[in-house]
């Protein structure tokens, strides 16, 4: 266990809705309204926002605008606006538009990371020696993500060994956090505790961030698993949008609201005003509603 | 912790949606969709299924049709289907009907047990001195279950002590098991670990279920703490029907399928077949949501 075992009574809550959530919306989002949503969550106490990605827009159309959103958003505040970065071109993208924070994504699975990415996840992680000293010379922060870390939707399970091998290039890469998902929305809460009692282990210096989806309702279990096991960094996305491209029609991400319900509920501190946040999500739904009836989970 | 530390692999899954569910529904379901519905989920493999409730129809008129209920589902199987009572007249009428195994509902605050009942909680406890006997003397295997277990919604917090208070007099009366509902939907995951430690420190001979409604979606979470804690007794409602009188447009109570997949998820046996338990949340929906549009959670 990496926390002691009093239960230290705070978490960082990562937003990941106008990045995760916006990108699986099916029609197009304004981009006013996005930086409507992102500035209101920023304001609900949320100190970590994913806002848009560096993807080229033949893939993720959705985020297209994305050097329009980070322009737009109120940076003036104490809030990290982070994007994704598939590669090299989206760090060099996210430079150019004064980007503070960068997550650079690998797949655990190379079938995923092929499907994804188009190389493998050895080609992937090779993209860190110029991406981590670019970053670095640009003063970007450079964050990883590692998908799949609880299995894959092409090749099933995922062996816990690849997981740590990713990870280890990317502490080697001196990433400031990593990031692990559960991309298909499988994981389940023992296998969230038996893979982080292994990393914690393995990774006693290096920040890790849990990234659950929903998809089959033990999303917050997953989350209050890691949590007993010592995860202090969760991300999550308001509303619940986004996360599930492979169960079409289930929910998605761990919404932000149900997650900040809970901690507050066991008396950890997340900083975020409920409240606010919960405004927030309606509005989001309502936006969102709008444009895909489909995406309005609860 | 009641059980060993080495997580027993089973636990027993009492379905009370046909009881629960259907009497938060607006409008009326015909009795042969309802006995459809109950013959579906005992072919799914639950052995224990709440079917309906002897309330006076003034109060739940939804239920109106308890006796035909009863005659009318296929009793040949392995299944234990129970009623609940709200007093003993319910009782009479459960005994008439051939009711294996009923169900005496008080609360542990006062003020709800007034609302409910038009009684103390004493005064529905002082009903158990007539209601056992006759229970026992027609072969009627009786049953304790414990509203507000969690906190109210008129009193707000409910001392550990009213539940035990009320716990030992069931105990006394010798029922075959006491079930705790979280009536309010307010539980949290280490409320129900300190809520079980003292409980089931004080009855370890008296089998405990536990009742969770996802109101704010952490049903599950609660479900895991306790089981973590060493519960093995469950109560869900297919669909997650019913569970939310206190919050309108909320999800309901935990449902079925969801506890189910999180149990196997993890290795936890529970006897049914999850997909046969998903076509019957489908057609549930199907059914209550033709009648009940505002009902359909996923």
């Given at each position: 266990m990496r926390q002691s075992e009093h239960f230290p009574d705070s978490v960082t809550v990562i937003e990941v809705g106008p990045r995760d959530g916006f990108q699986n919306v099916k029609g197009e989002i304004p981009t006013e309204e996005k930086v409507k949503i992102i500035n209101l969550l920023a304001t609900s106490g949320l100190k970590r926002i994913e806002a848009t990605s560096f993807t080229h827009p033949?893939?993720?159309p959705q985020l297209k605008d994305a050097a329009e959103v980070i322009r737009c958003i109120n940076r003036g505040s104490d809030v990290v606006f982070s994007a994704l970065i598939?590669?090299?071109?989206?760090l060099d993208r996210a430079i150019e538009n004064g980007v503070e924070e960068v997550v650079f994504v690998v797949s655990a699975s190379d079938a995923l990371n092929r499907e994804n990415f188009n190389q493998s996840t050895a080609e992937s992680l090779a993209e860190l020696a110029a991406i981590s000293p670019k970053a670095k010379r640009n003063g970007v922060r450079l964050?990883?993500?590692?998908?799949?870390?609880?299995?894959c939707p092409l090749e099933g399970s995922v062996a816990v060994e690849r997981v740590i091998d990713v990870a280890k290039a990317f502490q080697k890469a001196e990433v400031c956090e990593v990031s692990l998902a559960d991309t298909t929305g499988m994981a389940?809460?023992?296998?969230?505790r038996d893979l982080l009692c292994r990393l914690f282990a393995e990774f006693s210096d290096l920040p890790l961030a849990l990234h659950f989806h929903d998809t089959r309702r033990i999303g917050l279990v997953n989350v209050y698993s890691a949590w007993q096991i010592g995860a202090r960094i969760f991300e999550s996305s308001i509303a619940g949008l986004g996360g599930c491209?492979?169960?079409p029609g289930a929910p998605g991400n761990v919404a932000t609201e149900s997650l900040v319900y809970m901690f507050h509920r066991i008396g950890v501190e997340t900083g975020v005003d409920l409240e606010s946040l919960m405004e927030c999500s309606r509005i989001t739904k309502e936006v969102?509603?709008?444009i895909d009836p489909d995406r309005c989970h609860g």
């Open positions: 033949k893939w993720i598939p590669n090299e071109k989206g964050r990883g993500a590692i998908a799949a870390s609880f299995g389940h809460p023992l296998q969230v491209p492979y169960a969102v509603g709008g």
